[in-house]
């Protein structure tokens, strides 16, 4: 267990902030897999503010999915510290956490993301305004640097943390290698050692063993989970399991992961509409049927779908072949 703020965060698995993925449907689903700390989706401060329709909606938190965190990102000060006061006053969300890592180059040109990066002056300045203007714990999300040329992961953590950030999250990979190459778990170590708020670990962390590794090399407080976790939940589950018992859980069979696919769409559809619901589905369905043999057969089946129920017949008659066959589930 350890603490961001005063909110108790009961084990040391996060699932990390992911766009189009991260709302309360896959959040819920995450958490009931037992994930210490969910967050959401980024939220743009100006769409906030200008009360754009589909980004209030955005801000829905379920009852069941606490502790959880929300995150916002933004380039000028006014506008970021007015969005944080409003996730402060009108939501449950936890924790606000400011996004200093997003890569894209249409949030960099806003001077936001991973923009921040190179000026640690910056950071203190916005990380500061914001924790002087809400009452929810203030954590950021960085990268450790702009390139391999500017990697200034351990001031800029210094920065947040005496600008009254109440823990930091380290993503090893610097904001020109976008998703490529190793995260860089040596400069995470270093940040860990250089503060004194939680640290909270990022990248490459694929495997319920490498959780446990990244842990041991760099002493943070707990591991955040991303692309690992793409239509696969039993991840946090077995990371949680394997780092409390050292006991390695196997994978689901094809059933339970089709099960869990369906309880994630049917949340979807609780939220979205089930137009929406299906398209979105789609991809999801892709991440869950990865590995699996034999799902290039129904992927047409599945991006042909537009119901919720011819998507479960496509889904069922799988199921029913695959255990006619008695066929193994991995490619
Ligand atoms: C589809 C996708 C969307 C993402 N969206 C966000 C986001 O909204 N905010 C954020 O801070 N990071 C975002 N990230 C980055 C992840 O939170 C995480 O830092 C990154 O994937 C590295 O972790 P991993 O190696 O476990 O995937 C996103 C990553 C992916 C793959």
Redesign the pocket.
């Given at each position: 267990m350890f603490k961001i703020g005063d909110v108790e965060i009961n084990n040391r698995v996060v699932l990390?902030?992911?766009?189009?993925?991260?709302n309360v449907a896959f959040r819920l689903t995450v958490k009931e897999f037992g994930a210490g700390l969910v967050?959401?989706?980024?939220i743009s401060d100006k769409a906030l503010l200008f009360g754009n329709e589909k980004t209030k909606r955005m801000l829905y938190i379920d009852e069941n999915e606490h502790p959880m965190s929300l995150?916002i990102?933004g380039g000028e000060k006014e506008t970021l510290v007015e969005a944080a006061k409003y996730v402060d006053e009108n939501t449950s969300a936890d924790i606000i956490?400011i996004?200093?890592?997003?890569p894209v180059s249409k949030i960099i040109r806003c001077e936001a993301?991973a923009r921040w990066l190179l000026d640690p002056e910056k950071i203190y300045d916005m990380v500061n305004a914001v924790v002087q203007n809400v009452s929810k714990p203030v954590t950021v999300?960085m990268?450790i640097g702009w390139d391999s040329a500017h990697i200034y992961a351990v001031e800029n953590a210094r920065m947040a943390e005496k600008a009254g950030a109440a823990a930091i999250?380290m993503?090893g990979?610097t904001r020109e290698q976008m998703?490529e190459g190793q995260?860089d778990w040596e400069i995470i170590r270093q940040v860990k050692a250089a503060v004194d708020i939680p640290v909270i670990g990022?990248?490459?962390?694929?495997s319920p063993e490498l959780a446990q590794k990244m842990l041991d090399e760099t002493g943070v407080d707990a591991v955040?989970?991303?692309?690992?976790?793409?239509g696969n939940p039993w991840m946090i589950y077995r990371t949680v399991h394997y780092l409390e018992t050292g006991e390695l859980i196997g994978e689901p069979d094809l059933k339970e992961k089709m099960d869990v696919l369906k309880l994630h769409m049917d949340r979807l559809i609780d939220l979205k509409g089930e137009k929406v619901a299906l398209m979105e589905m789609r991809k999801h369905a892709s991440w869950y049927m990865k590995n699996i043999k034999g799902n290039g057969r129904i992927r047409k089946g599945i991006n042909q779908s537009e119901t919720r129920s011819q998507l479960v017949e496509v889904l069922d008659e799988f199921v029913a072949e695959h255990q006619a066959n008695n066929t193994e589930l991995i490619v």
């Amino acid at each position: 267990m350890f603490k961001i703020g005063d909110v108790e965060i009961n084990n040391r698995v996060v699932l990390a902030p992911m766009a189009g993925v991260c709302n309360v449907a896959f959040r819920l689903t995450v958490k009931e897999f037992g994930a210490g700390l969910v967050c959401a989706e980024m939220i743009s401060d100006k769409a906030l503010l200008f009360g754009n329709e589909k980004t209030k909606r955005m801000l829905y938190i379920d009852e069941n999915e606490h502790p959880m965190s929300l995150q916002i990102f933004g380039g000028e000060k006014e506008t970021l510290v007015e969005a944080a006061k409003y996730v402060d006053e009108n939501t449950s969300a936890d924790i606000i956490d400011i996004n200093m890592g997003c890569p894209v180059s249409k949030i960099i040109r806003c001077e936001a993301g991973a923009r921040w990066l190179l000026d640690p002056e910056k950071i203190y300045d916005m990380v500061n305004a914001v924790v002087q203007n809400v009452s929810k714990p203030v954590t950021v999300k960085m990268r450790i640097g702009w390139d391999s040329a500017h990697i200034y992961a351990v001031e800029n953590a210094r920065m947040a943390e005496k600008a009254g950030a109440a823990a930091i999250t380290m993503h090893g990979r610097t904001r020109e290698q976008m998703y490529e190459g190793q995260a860089d778990w040596e400069i995470i170590r270093q940040v860990k050692a250089a503060v004194d708020i939680p640290v909270i670990g990022n990248g490459d962390v694929t495997s319920p063993e490498l959780a446990q590794k990244m842990l041991d090399e760099t002493g943070v407080d707990a591991v955040m989970i991303g692309r690992e976790a793409l239509g696969n939940p039993w991840m946090i589950y077995r990371t949680v399991h394997y780092l409390e018992t050292g006991e390695l859980i196997g994978e689901p069979d094809l059933k339970e992961k089709m099960d869990v696919l369906k309880l994630h769409m049917d949340r979807l559809i609780d939220l979205k509409g089930e137009k929406v619901a299906l398209m979105e589905m789609r991809k999801h369905a892709s991440w869950y049927m990865k590995n699996i043999k034999g799902n290039g057969r129904i992927r047409k089946g599945i991006n042909q779908s537009e119901t919720r129920s011819q998507l479960v017949e496509v889904l069922d008659e799988f199921v029913a072949e695959h255990q006619a066959n008695n066929t193994e589930l991995i490619v």
